[in-house]
């Protein structure tokens, strides 16, 4: 007994040194940076994907911090930071501001125009809205068109079974995600699953599990299941330009593997990382991937996804009236 007791009392002794204790940083402007940098460093998914070299940013950023600074100046040098992760999914936020990387489609064509989707060859005014689908039929009512500009809106099965209902007697269906920079990954696989006739497999999923960069569980798998009240199965055209992001993307990465479906337009502005926040010292919330996502080849899809038929906006059409992209869609459909 006396030699259990001793071998106990042995492991609990050598326990806490076993154990690495947090780093608590002051709330200065280094320690703010430090805190930050160590962050990304630890938790954020794609450094070495991007082949990012974390160390250099490092020396190259804590040589700009000063104690001088004010809190504005403190805070954009960190943003500028940020952005040498080229990941629209990177923000700091703090009472006064937001960082964001935009580059992922500003260095890219639009091929998106509201105005020519308001318009009387599309929906005109009298489309019909089911939550945040907005839908009409066009080509002369031989095609259903649902214009999604945000999955952050929030939509059911009954919402969706009106509007196929509506679409019963047109040839095939176009959903618009142009612009629809993401939001609930619930309703991206809630819209999907109504164009499936069995579970699928459409993508993996990983979640870091240390402080290493590539520190990840074994890839789990994510399913796209068959919806039990809506089994669409006429063509469809799913439209994307690089604006389609993060839940989008998901959306766009099932859809991909759907029956019937075809993918038309640019390719999607990515976003394939699961979002976490955590904070640092001041107070300022940070926001970073944390969790890789995959396709069913267990290909990236963080830097966005082809489309199967490459199309432009044409500056012409757009002159006329006409969205180039659309009217693709309804040429494959027909």
């Not at 196929?164 to 142009?178: E, H, P």
């Amino acid at each position: 007994m006396k030699k259990y007791s001793l071998i106990i009392l042995l492991v609990f002794t050598l326990l806490p040194s076993c154990m690495e204790e947090p780093i608590v940083e002051p709330n200065t402007n280094m320690g703010n940076f430090e805190s930050l940098w160590r962050i990304i460093d630890t938790k954020y998914c794609y450094l070495d994907y991007k082949k990012i070299n974390w160390d250099s940013i490092h020396t190259a950023y804590k040589a700009k911090v000063t104690e001088s600074a004010d809190a504005t100046t403190f805070f954009d040098l960190m943003g500028t930071m940020l952005g040498e992760l080229k990941d629209g999914h990177v923000n700091l936020y703090s009472d006064f501001d937001r960082t964001r990387y935009w580059k992922w489609y500003t260095d890219y064509p639009a091929n998106f125009n509201i105005d020519l989707i308001r318009s009387a060859r599309y929906l005109g005014n009298n489309y019909k809205i089911a939550n945040g689908l907005s839908y009409q039929k066009i080509d002369n009512g031989r095609v259903g068109y649902i214009y999604l500009g945000s999955f952050s809106y929030g939509f059911n099965d009954a919402n969706i079974v009106s509007a196929m209902t509506y679409f019963k007697d047109c040839k095939g269906l176009i959903i618009d995600v142009r612009d629809n920079s993401g939001g609930s990954l619930d309703y991206s696989k809630q819209l999907a699953s109504c164009f499936f006739k069995e579970d699928k497999v459409t993508g993996y999923i990983k979640h870091k599990i240390g402080n290493g960069h590539t520190d990840f569980s074994k890839a789990l798998e994510v399913k796209t299941p068959a919806n039990k009240n809506i089994q669409y199965q006429r063509q469809v055209v799913v439209l994307t330009n690089r604006m389609s992001f993060s839940a989008t993307n998901d959306f766009v990465n099932r859809m991909k593997q759907a029956p019937n479906v075809l993918i038309v337009g640019d390719k999607t502005g990515g976003g394939g990382g699961l979002p976490l926040s955590s904070e640092i010292p001041n107070g300022c919330m940070v926001r970073f991937s944390s969790s890789p996502m995959y396709d069913s080849n267990m290909q990236e899809i963080e830097w966005g996804i082809d489309p199967d038929v490459l199309v432009s906006l044409s500056p012409f059409d757009l002159g006329n009236g006409i969205d180039t992209i659309i009217e693709r869609a309804i040429k494959l459909i027909k």
